[in-house]
């Protein structure tokens, strides 16, 4: 409870309980419309007729399998962790700048990480040829996962002096790093082809159509550390809310929670980015929708985060597969015209709670 | 890799009944169909295949680069034809492991590769001997478009894919703008660089164009013509002096596709009106 020192008592225990109750109701939900979206899909086909089939030892349609197994579930599982992964970075990085507009760019992992797949798409032909088809398709998620942690590890660097990490450098140094990204992409899109430029801007838009097995596989481990790592920083971040020298006073280490908090953000984000490319909006909305419904409390806020974020991904994938099927919008036009809109409309009606 | 993967699969081509659920992907793929009189099979297109008109009714599977699984199988197809480049090479490899057949036809701005490719299509759908006299029907005619194209005086031709904003995007070498430009008898006036790039204006003014060649299509393609010829690198240019500026379809135009052959009599014969 140090953390809301200067909330009312009564509010923030009713506060808690609400956000309690918003968890249970987040799970409910999830789970509901995990399921939801394994029945929606161009094809119209549902998964009860497959796996009917499996359990009576039917002989199954090999498209009705692949459909079910091959895309709808690794795209269910994708969804689920980079909503979560984006979520709880976000909350992470808004209690660690104590700032609400900040979001897990600032570290400098997306830009990174937008470079590094950038440089995969244009120069990837460029490669040994043997080198090229061991990566395969791979090359572009390990590029942009490469370039998200050496930028992250550059600003790190930057702004860490005698064991001291001052945010407000990193921030700086953030912006600088994005431009200094922003102009090197502008010379990878300059001598890039038609096809790359288009590839270029479907990845910037995001998408989880590329779901794999091996990609959820592969990306799963640094996502899931992410997600379940962060709520372990719950109650250093609730100090930190008061500002670095209470934090201290309250006997936290906040050097350890600041490269703790880094590199949880980087390993999720990174792996994030990598699978789905450039989604954006997850990371700044969601947190902002829970703190406004059920307060600051980062014990909560972490988990809720988790919940509500894989929930808005995979809604925001089950409209974007249908809605011009049989092709497809990226997903990231769909958060965005979906999301703008609703959290313009929370803004308004509650936006004396605001004042955080 | 990919592209030895894919003629093996073109080689191990099924041979039983034939595909009539065929799903055609590009343009050009799409036009050789009808070209050949096989548009009863086709169940689906992607983005890129607008001509003939009717294709446009069919179920649109995106863009061909951004194919999405499902929903290419939510047509189902028992025969994918697709122009080089379709993507991502995820989606493709679920297609195969669907049992989908998938079969790639090269692209190519060259007389030669266009008729490989109505080859390659035909014998795709089982319709061999229809292809070779759709190929010999298309050569002819482009044979006898290129003997017209043989007169036209060399004129230096810039084209422009776009001007948006003020900045001109125009075709440098190895485009199917500038392959489709010397096919006409003309010369493409930018050189010495690769693909379609944004030019400097000075760059523009030492090309010198004689005419002007772009796309006749709305959006920020359709600048009008006193637009262009005031584009202060356009100014200069000879083909301002004679406003010169030759607009066609783009698909007709840059497509490679059986209507090769109409794209540079037309060309050809724009270029000699503005020559003559």
Redesign the interface.
């Known amino acids: 409870m140090v953390a809301m020192t200067h909330v009312d008592a009564a509010t923030a225990s009713d506060r808690s309980t609400t956000a309690r109750w918003v968890m249970v109701a987040l799970s409910v939900a999830l789970v509901a419309i995990s399921i939801a979206s394994l029945f929606v899909g161009a094809t119209g086909l549902s998964p009860l007729g497959v796996i009917g089939d499996l359990v009576a030892g039917r002989p199954v349609d090999l498209r009705a399998q692949v459909v079910i197994f091959d895309i709808r579930l690794p795209r269910l599982s994708l969804g689920l962790l980079v909503g979560a992964a984006l979520a709880v970075s976000g909350v992470v990085m808004q209690g660690l700048f104590r700032n609400p507009l900040a979001d897990p760019g600032l570290v400098g992992v997306s830009a990174g990480a937008g470079l590094g797949a950038i440089l995969a798409i244009v120069l990837g032909g460029l490669l040994p040829p043997a080198v090229g088809t061991a990566m395969g398709y791979s090359l572009v998620p390990i590029a942009a996962f490469v370039g998200g942690w050496l930028s992250v590890i550059a600003l790190y660097s930057i702004s860490t002096r005698g064991g001291h990490t001052s945010v407000a450098t990193m921030l700086l140094a953030g912006i600088a790093l994005a431009a200094l990204v922003s102009a090197l992409s502008g010379i990878m899109i300059y001598l890039a082809d038609d096809a790359q430029l288009r590839t270029l801007t479907f990845w910037g838009l995001g998408s989880l159509a590329g779901a794999t097995w091996s990609k959820v596989l592969a990306a799963a481990p640094l996502m899931l550390v992410g997600i379940f790592g962060a709520p372990l920083l719950a109650r250093g971040l609730n100090g930190l809310a008061l500002g670095e020298p209470a934090a201290r006073h309250m006997g936290i280490d906040v050097q350890i929670l600041k490269r703790f908090a880094i590199l949880l953000v980087s390993a999720a984000v990174g792996a994030a980015v990598a699978v789905s490319g450039g989604i954006g909006f997850v990371g700044i909305v969601v947190p902002h929708l829970l703190r406004l419904s059920t307060g600051p409390d980062h014990r909560y806020l972490l988990i809720n985060a988790a919940l509500l974020g894989a929930i808005i991904l995979i809604l925001a994938d089950m409209v974007a597969r249908v809605i011009v099927a049989p092709a497809e919008l990226p997903i990231g036009i769909v958060m965005a015209i979906i999301g703008g809109p609703f959290f313009l409309w929370i803004l308004l009606r509650r936006r004396g709670l605001l004042e955080m | ?1 990919i592209r030895s993967l894919l003629l093996s699969t073109l080689v191990a081509l099924p041979t039983t009944a034939l595909a009539d659920r065929v799903l055609s992907i590009g343009g050009s793929v799409t036009e050789i169909v009808y070209a050949l009189g096989e548009q009863e099979r086709l169940v ?1 297109r992607d ?1 890129t295949s607008t001509f003939p008109t009717e294709a446009t009714a069919l ?5 061909i ?2 194919l ?9 197809p028992d025969l994918i034809i697709s122009e080089t ?1 379709a ?5 493709v ?2 297609l195969r ?4 057949p998938f079969i790639e036809v090269a692209d190519g701005y060259t007389e030669e590769a266009v008729l490989q490719k109505i080859r390659d299509v035909a014998k795709a759908l089982d319709v061999t001997e229809k292809g070779e006299d759709l190929a010999a029907s298309v050569s002819a005619d482009l044979d006898e478009a290129e003997a017209v194209a043989a007169n036209v005086e060399p004129l230096r031709v810039l084209f422009i894919l776009s001007t948006a904003g003020g900045r001109i995007t125009a075709a440098g070498e190895n485009t199917s703008a500038s392959a489709i430009i010397e096919l006409a008898g003309g010369m493409n006036a930018i050189q010495g660089v ?5 030019v400097s204006d000075e760059a523009i003014t030492v090309a010198a164009p004689d005419v002007i060649l772009m796309m006749d299509r709305s959006g920020d393609h359709a600048a009008s013509d006193d637009d262009l010829f005031a584009h202060p690198a356009i100014a200069g240019t000879p083909a301002a002096q004679t406003q010169s500026v030759v607009r066609m379809d783009g698909l007709l135009l840059l497509g490679f596709g059986p209507r090769v052959g109409e794209a540079v009599r037309t060309l050809a014969g724009e270029l000699s009106e503005t020559a003559g």
């Open positions: 890799m689906g983005s179920p649109d599977v995106g863009y680069r951004q999405s699984p499902e929903g290419v199988l939510s047509v189902n480049g993507g991502p090479l995820e989606a490899e679920l492991a669907a049992d989908v690769e693909g379609y790039k944004q």
